[in-house]
């Protein structure tokens, strides 16, 4: 029996250049604060609204129809706080918060429309992963340096969603746009 093939996939957004720059200039920021770890390489920076995980092509064809089916107007959000997820006090994960009501809007619409196909997504974060921590010696001070750094509320505008295949490798991820879906006018 062959097993077929299998694509890990997720759906997201990705952010207009003045977005790029700004997480750049804060990734810079919190690198004066020894970690080990790596940055999120800026042209992988996006906004995950729903991970697929490993998906036969046949089920990414219905996934295709489906998201094709979506109706959305274009939105703007904004860059929000930044702050940490950590995991027995231990911190795993820098991140800066992305505000707008239609993004909340835009991922229950997803999920809603992949019900049949993929579980609901149980704990939605809007958020903008851009390190991710192995390791930090003193992690007192690393978190007040985060807490220091102060993110410019950045307002910009979307336009579409993507879903992506992402391929696992040794120096990092690296994403191929699948299908782009594109959002109405207002």
Same mark, same amino acid.
């Given at each position: 029996?062959?097993?077929?093939?299998?694509?890990?996939?997720?759906?997201?957004?990705?952010?207009?250049?003045?977005?790029?720059?700004?997480?750049?200039? $804060?990734?810079?920021?919190?690198?004066?604060?020894?970690?080990?770890? @790596?940055?999120?390489?800026?042209?992988?920076?996006?906004?995950?609204?729903?991970?697929?995980?490993?998906?036969?092509?046949?089920?990414?064809?219905?996934? @295709?129809?489906?998201?094709?089916?979506?109706?959305?107007?274009?939105?703007?959000?904004?860059?929000?706080?930044?702050?940490?997820? &950590?995991?027995?006090?231990?911190?795993?994960?820098?991140?800066?918060?992305?505000?707008? @009501? &239609?993004?909340?809007?835009?991922?229950?619409?997803?999920?809603?429309?992949?019900?049949?196909?993929?579980?609901?997504?149980?704990?939605?974060?809007?958020?903008?992963?851009?390190?991710?921590? @192995?390791?930090?010696?003193?992690?007192?001070?690393?978190?007040?340096?985060?807490?220091?750094?102060?993110?410019?509320?950045?307002?910009?505008?979307?336009?579409?969603?993507?879903?992506?295949?992402?391929?696992?490798?040794?120096?990092?991820?690296?994403?191929?746009? $699948?299908?782009?879906?594109?959002? &109405?006018?207002?």
């Amino acid at each position: 029996m062959e097993t077929e093939d299998k694509i890990r996939t997720f759906i997201c957004i990705d952010f207009p250049e003045e977005v790029v720059k700004e997480v750049a200039r $804060i990734q810079e920021l919190l690198q004066k604060t020894k970690f080990t770890g @790596k940055t999120t390489e800026l042209e992988n920076l996006h906004l995950t609204l729903k991970f697929l995980g490993e998906v036969s092509t046949e089920k990414l064809e219905k996934i @295709k129809e489906k998201l094709s089916q979506i109706k959305f107007n274009k939105f703007e959000a904004h860059l929000s706080e930044i702050g940490l997820f &950590s995991y027995r006090k231990n911190p795993r994960i820098v991140w800066i918060k992305v505000s707008g @009501k &239609s993004v909340f809007e835009l991922q229950s619409l997803i999920d809603s429309s992949l019900k049949e196909d993929l579980e609901k997504e149980e704990r939605f974060m809007s958020h903008l992963t851009i390190a991710r921590i @192995k390791y930090v010696k003193d992690k007192i001070n690393f978190e007040k340096h985060v807490k220091t750094i102060k993110v410019k509320p950045l307002k910009f505008s979307l336009s579409s969603f993507k879903l992506k295949s992402s391929e696992l490798k040794t120096l990092g991820p690296v994403y191929e746009t $699948i299908e782009e879906y594109i959002l &109405s006018r207002p």
